[in-house]
T-cell receptor, first 114, second 115 residues
Framework: GNSVTQMEGPVTLSEEAFLTINCTYT??????LFWYVQYPGEGLQLLLK?????DKGSNKGFEATYRKETTSFHLEKGSVQVSDSAVYFC?????????????FGTGTRLAVRP | GAGVSQTPSNKVTEKGKYVELRCDPI?????LYWYRQSLGQGPEFLIY????????DSGLPNDRFFAVRPEGSVSTLKIQRTERGDSAVYLC?????????????FGPGTRLTVT
């Protein structure tokens, strides 16, 4: 079946540090890939997405590139801020017979120190 | 505009009781999804509605779980004979139209605790 594997957290960084959160997936066909973010006390919200191989999703300084050859969708940001502290979820949908439902990874908690 | 809303925000119930969780999707959204998130885990799919019908209920764990969407808008997730293992945050999401490329907008969730 479809699955998403994320690096385990928590990840603790100082402000302005470079961020990478690894995400790899297993799926049939050509899924769409997503990063969702959950800020403290708030609901899940879409951060960025990519719908085909080699697409780059970007938003709020975050980027991720859909790499079919390595089945990866790593999240990066060049300079994190304290306000980026949150839990980040990698997800996929549209793989094989899975239809529109999202399959999520376990989440990676990021803490950014001033 | 208004986002996805869920009520109640918290529900504590005794083992064996029946509970109903409500979801109000964004107006005009035809697709509605239910997920369950256990502590320290990512959300897991339960059921998906397109309009009034359940297009995919493959994630419902057993026949104690049932969901309806009678008028194609509000949905209710119903859990019979609750068990302690049902304790989790139940999330609802809606999207304008079905399709893996369309954003799903999530509600704040209902935290269910079964004692």
């Amino acid at each position: 079946g479809n699955s998403v594997t994320q690096m385990e957290g928590p990840v603790t960084l100082s402000e302005e540090a470079f961020l990478t959160i690894n995400c790899t997936y297993t799926a049939t066909g050509y899924p769409s890939l997503f990063w969702y973010v959950q800020y403290p006390g708030e609901g899940l919200q879409l951060l960025l997405k990519a719908t085909k191989a080699d697409d780059k999703g970007s938003n709020k300084g975050f980027e991720a590139t859909y790499r079919k050859e390595t089945t990866s969708f790593h999240l990066e940001k060049g300079s994190v801020q304290v306000s980026d502290s949150a839990v980040y979820f990698c997800a996929l949908s549209g793989a094989g017979s899975s239809g529109d439902k999202l399959t999520f990874g376990t989440g990676t908690r990021l803490a950014v120190r001033p | 505009g208004a986002g996805v809303s869920q009520t109640p925000s918290n529900k504590v119930t005794e083992k064996g009781k029946y509970v109903e969780l409500r979801c109000d999707p964004i107006s005009g959204h035809t697709a509605l999804y239910w997920y369950r998130q256990s502590l320290g885990q990512g959300p897991e799919f339960l059921i998906y509605f397109q309009g009034t019908g359940a297009a995919d209920d493959s994630g419902l764990p057993n026949d104690r779980f049932f969901a309806v969407r009678p008028e194609g808008s509000v949905s209710t997730l119903k859990i019979q004979r609750t068990e302690r293992g049902d304790s989790a945050v139940y999330l609802c999401a809606s999207s304008l139209t079905p399709g893996p490329s369309y954003e799903q907008y999530f509600g704040p969730g209902t935290r269910l605790t079964v004692t």
